[in-house]
């Protein structure tokens, strides 16, 4: 599986508001992929807070509980987890379905650039997760589960 966003078209949005009719004309104009998308919409989220992280900083560490989430907006980071080893940038989500499962890390992320991120703060997280479409969260229950290879269903997603 293949996930990756393309910057130069992301940078191409300038600042529309990720949900105006002007931005969904410019989605197919300039072809953005749906990773394009949801990392425009993410990073475009004025509710969230940012964080920089130098290289050798752990923006989290495998068995540590998740407060924050993290989606990168630049730079590189080193992923841990069973014993192998990832690489990720731009679109990396980090942290978010621990956060949602109310589990411990299973990874390590750890800064090999500098790295700039958007900060997911779980309580908002799970706040905006318990309000949203039944049907959206069981896709999400799913999707967390399927990420963190759970075969119960965490008390905090039912």
């Keep these: 599986m293949n996930f990756s966003v393309d910057l130069a078209k992301v940078e191409a949005m300038g600042s529309l508001p990720p949900y105006s009719p002007d931005a969904m004309a410019a989605y197919v104009k300039l072809g953005l992929s749906s990773e394009d998308r949801l990392y425009y919409q993410l990073v475009s989220e004025l509710s969230l807070g940012s964080a920089a992280f130098k290289p050798g900083t752990h923006l989290c560490m495998q068995g540590q509980p998740a407060h924050d989430a993290y989606v990168v907006r630049q730079g590189e980071l080193d992923v841990q987890i069973d014993g192998a080893s990832y690489r990720v940038g731009p679109g990396a989500v980090i942290g978010l ?24 703060p779980v309580f908002k997280a799970l706040k905006a997760f318990t309000g949203c479409h039944p049907g959206l969260r069981g896709i999400n229950r799913g999707t967390v589960m399927r990420v963190l290879n759970l075969s119960a269903v965490p008390e905090s997603l039912k």
């Excluded at 650039?113 to 900060?119: D, G, K, L, R």
């Design 97 to 120: 379905a621990a956060g949602l499962a109310d589990v411990p890390h299973n990874m390590t992320a750890t800064a090999v650039t500098v790295v700039t991120a958007s900060v997911i």
